[in-house]
């Protein structure tokens, strides 16, 4: 019976291993960038990402904006938020998987690509 008992733990084990390792266990992990966009940046660049005007607000669906800036650029103004604009700090309230999750959403909002 104890063999038993062990052996079926050691099964289990594996399950949960193989299902920690697995790619859909994984996904659940990695920030969803758009969602993260939905909650801390459509208030001032709307949701389809072309800003707004009277906030002078970036407009990421500018080609030559998106040309301009290099992922790393993005992920700092949105950590460091922008000087002489109403662009906050994030840096405390996203962590670096979530800024660069927010960056590739705002990569896809390109009207270049559309």
Known sequence: MRLMMRIGGVVMLVGVGVWLASPAFQA???PNGQALYARRCVMCHGRDGKGFKAM????????????????????????????????????????DEEMQAI???????????K
């Open 103 to 113: 960056v590739a959403h705002i990569r896809t909002l390109n009207s270049a690509k």
């Open 28 to 30: 659940a992990e990695t």
């Open 56 to 95: 002078k607000t970036q407009d990421f669906t500018d080609p030559k904006w998106q040309a301009s800036m290099k992922d790393s650029q993005i992920a700092d103004i949105i950590k460091n938020g922008k000087k002489e604009s109403h662009m906050p700090a994030f840096g405390d309230k996203l962590n």
